[in-house]
């Protein structure tokens, strides 16, 4: 018993550690939850993490999938494959039983675009409990939803929220302002939730900053000593934003371009674009 007892309490200083060292809260709470969903299931079998096998995991997987969507397996398979690399560099296992395991994500090595399944589980993964998720889960409405090119996200003031009756919301974008792009995209209820709770959660730090006014970034960066005026985001920051998020989904190859053609397939079906 001892000898138990020892191991599991290496195995939870190794977890802690594992999820400490993760840079993202986002990712860190995404894969705590994976290791907790896989520790449930284990036990369930009658195992644990020690003596799991790569049929084991292969089990999970199926399990998995028979509930949540290809992309979001690959985040919690990617969760566990870096783990057991953790417990096998302290030696707790002598190999990883999820690194054989192949992605979930059939073809994904084959394609590179965004398709509606992972499309659907990258608008999940930001965590709203936050500012920074909040923020987050609006940008990528407006470019998984709305279809909006990073410069025109850049660019957005809080003047171009604007009247638009064709839609259900009422309410629209003037995006590309001054260029040959320039239009009013309608909000959809879902963008518009997403952008009321943005708004809502910065406006204390807008104020702040005297970030308020109608010449004001509309999206700006969630930095609590931000400069007078607030600070737009800036196109590297929303690239980086979405490779952070690519990378739970397995998928660091991600870009703004692939989601934007994914809001551009899905707009004859869906009505998720709409330019007026």
Same mark, same amino acid.
């Given at each position: 018993?001892?000898?138990?007892?020892?191991?599991?309490?290496?195995? *939870? /200083? !190794?977890r802690w550690a594992f999820l400490?060292? +993760? $840079?993202?809260?986002?990712?860190?709470?995404?894969?705590?939850?994976a290791l907790v969903q896989f520790d449930a299931w284990l036990r369930e079998?009658?195992?644990?993490?020690?003596?799991?096998?790569?049929?084991?995991?292969?089990?999970?997987?199926?399990?998995?999938?028979?509930?949540?969507?290809?992309?979001?397996?690959?985040?919690?398979?990617?969760?566990?494959?870096?783990?057991?690399?953790?417990?096998?560099?302290?030696?707790?296992?002598?190999?990883?039983?999820a690194r054989i395991v192949g992605p979930s994500t059939r073809g994904r090595r084959e394609t590179t675009v965004c398709d509606a399944p992972m499309l659907t589980a990258l608008l999940a993964l930001p965590d709203k409990r936050t500012l920074v998720g909040?923020? *987050? /889960? !609006?940008?990528?409405?407006?470019?998984?939803? +709305? $279809?909006?090119?990073?410069?025109?996200?850049?660019l957005l003031r809080q003047q171009d929220v604007v009247r638009c009756p064709a839609v259900e919301t009422g309410l629209g974008l003037q995006v590309g302002r001054g260029t040959r792009w320039a239009r009013t995209v309608g909000l959809s209820p879902a963008v518009k939730v997403a952008l009321d709770d943005y708004l809502?959660?910065?406006?204390?730090?807008?104020?702040?900053?005297?970030?308020?006014?109608?010449?004001?970034?509309?999206?700006?960066?969630?930095?609590a000593n931000r400069p007078v005026g607030g600070r737009p985001l800036t196109p590297r920051f929303i690239f980086k934003l979405?490779?952070?998020?690519?990378?739970?989904?397995?998928?660091?190859?991600?870009?703004?371009?692939?989601?934007?053609?994914?809001?551009?397939a899905q707009a004859p079906e869906e009505g998720s674009v709409t330019d007026v």
């Open positions: 018993m001892t000898g138990l007892r020892l191991a599991a309490g290496r195995l *939870d /200083a !190794c400490a060292r +993760l $840079g993202s809260e986002t990712t860190r709470r995404v894969y705590a939850a079998q009658g195992k644990g993490w020690l003596d799991a096998t790569p049929e084991d995991v292969n089990a999970f997987c199926q399990f998995l999938l028979a509930r949540v969507s290809p992309p979001t397996v690959g985040v919690r398979l990617t969760a566990l494959r870096k783990f057991y690399t953790e417990l096998a560099a302290h030696h707790l296992v002598e190999r990883n039983p909040l923020r *987050d /889960a !609006c940008v990528l409405r407006l470019l998984g939803e +709305l $279809g909006l090119r990073v410069s025109e996200i850049c809502r959660r910065d406006l204390p730090l807008r104020r702040l900053a005297k970030g308020f006014g109608p010449e004001a970034a509309l999206i700006q960066g969630t930095a979405v490779r952070r998020y690519g990378e739970l989904l397995d998928y660091p190859a991600l870009n703004p371009q692939m989601i934007r053609r994914a809001a551009r």
